[in-house]
């Protein structure tokens, strides 16, 4: 596969209207043969073992994402009356 992307080229992960042709056309090959084989993302099969091919759709585009992680109640609770710590 040859990919020809500027080395300036942004990708937005949230807005698909950034990916690569390539990139676009792989996930979406992808949800098509992966359609209802499973309810939650970590339960699809095979992702391990796509992962490489998929990151070469990227060409030498520069990624930008965002994480955010959710806390429950009882964790900010914790975090608030005994700081935020690893339990080693």
């Known amino acids: ?3 020809a992307i500027s080395e300036t080229t942004t990708v937005d ?3 698909p209207e950034t ?6 056309e ?4 992808r949800a098509t043969e992966l359609a209802g084989t499973a309810q939650c993302t970590p339960d699809l099969p095979g992702l391990d073992e796509c992962e490489d091919g998929f990151r070469l759709t990227f060409g030498d585009a520069r ?3 965002y994480h955010c992680t ?6 900010t609770e ?4 005994e700081g935020c710590w690893t339990r080693l």
């Open 78 to 81: 914790t975090i608030r009356t």
């Open 63 to 65: 990624l930008l994402a």
């Open 26 to 29: 792989w996930a979406m090959r």
């Open 13 to 15: 992960v949230d807005r």
């Open 1 to 3: 596969m040859s990919i």
């Open 70 to 75: 959710r806390l429950l109640a009882h964790e």
């Open 19 to 24: 990916w690569p042709e390539a990139t676009s």
